[in-house]
């Protein structure tokens, strides 16, 4: 069954994608803040003013820039939200290693091939295990997922 088919391997399959674009957003926001408070404005958590004492582009620019950070934060808060979700999705699992076997694959992203000496057991069974695991994930987003 593909990934297409399984909407539990999709839902599970998103938290490394989140995770790399969390960071990328993270990235940006510190290198927009960076550039933002080289500049002669003052910055507050709700909103960038200028003094307004004389027009001065460069703050401007360093204002707009500061409010994209505003969007970038807001992001960064929603895709903590989905991973969080995720995470949650994977502890409703009511067998620890079943968990096991789903935060290795999808949280840290490890090849099945490393999955099996990690949990002492041969492919089959680890298989198994997983698609045991898929079964509680569609369950619980029967009735939990807000995606």
């Given at each position: 069954m593909s990934n297409s088919?399984?909407?539990a391997k999709t839902?599970?399959?998103r938290y490394r994608s989140l995770e790399a674009r969390k960071k990328a957003a993270m990235w940006e926001i510190a290198r927009i803040r960076a550039q933002a408070t080289d500049t002669s404005i003052q910055l507050?958590?709700?909103k960038v003013q200028s003094s307004g004492r004389i027009h001065d582009p460069m703050a401007e620019n360093?204002?707009?820039i500061a409010d994209a950070?505003?969007?970038?934060d807001a992001l960064v808060k929603e895709i903590d939200k989905a991973l969080a979700e995720i995470l949650e999705a994977i502890e409703a699992v009511?067998?620890?290693k079943q968990k096991a076997i789903l935060t290795m694959r999808y949280v840290t992203g490890m090849k099945?091939?490393?999955?099996?000496p990690e949990m002492h057991y041969e492919a089959a069974q680890v298989y198994l295990l997983h698609?045991?695991?898929l079964q509680h994930v569609r369950e619980w987003m029967k009735h939990h997922s807000k995606s």
């Open positions: 088919e399984n909407p839902f599970l399959s507050s958590a709700d360093a204002a707009a950070t505003v969007q970038l009511p067998e620890e099945w091939e490393q999955i099996w698609g045991l695991a």
